[in-house]
Nanobody, 119 residues
Framework: QVQLVESGGGLVQPGGSLRLSCAAS????????MGWYRQAPGEQRELVAV???????TYADPVKGRFTISKDNAKNMAYLQMNSLKPEDTAVYYC?????????????WGQGTQVTVSS
């Protein structure tokens, strides 16, 4: 199993910045991508950004140009730098790790960290 622990959430004013961190531990061998998803009240969980072990990244349209995902393979850490935050970015942010096991992609999730953007 893989354990994921997020940190860095909190309350920030519109236009502000936050940096989320995700620490992976346990059976980290085989992780080929890490990412961030978010879920606002009453909404479905949605992709925010993903980074592969090789450094390829993808972002959801609403966060392009404002958020940056990065990964430290040696430390099994993933980060999400969030700039120019908007009230609509308010959500619980979840760290995700994808691991290939016997040819099947398996998802692992953290417990989530709350991000609130409000004046």
């Amino acid at each position: 199993q893989v354990q994921l622990v997020e940190s860095g959430g909190g309350l920030v004013q519109p236009g502000g910045s936050l940096r989320l961190s995700c620490a992976a531990s346990g059976s980290v061998f085989g992780i080929n991508a890490m990412g961030w998803y978010r879920q606002a009240p009453g909404e479905q969980r949605e992709l925010v950004a993903v980074v592969t072990t090789g450094g390829w990244t993808t972002y959801a349209d609403p966060v392009k140009g404002r958020f940056t995902i990065s990964k430290d393979n040696a430390k099994n850490m993933a980060y999400l730098q969030m700039n120019s935050l908007k009230p609509e970015d308010t959500a619980v942010y979840y760290c995700n790790a994808k691991r290939l096991i016997l040819g099947k992609q398996v998802d692992h999730w953290g417990q989530g960290t709350q991000v609130t953007v409000s004046s």
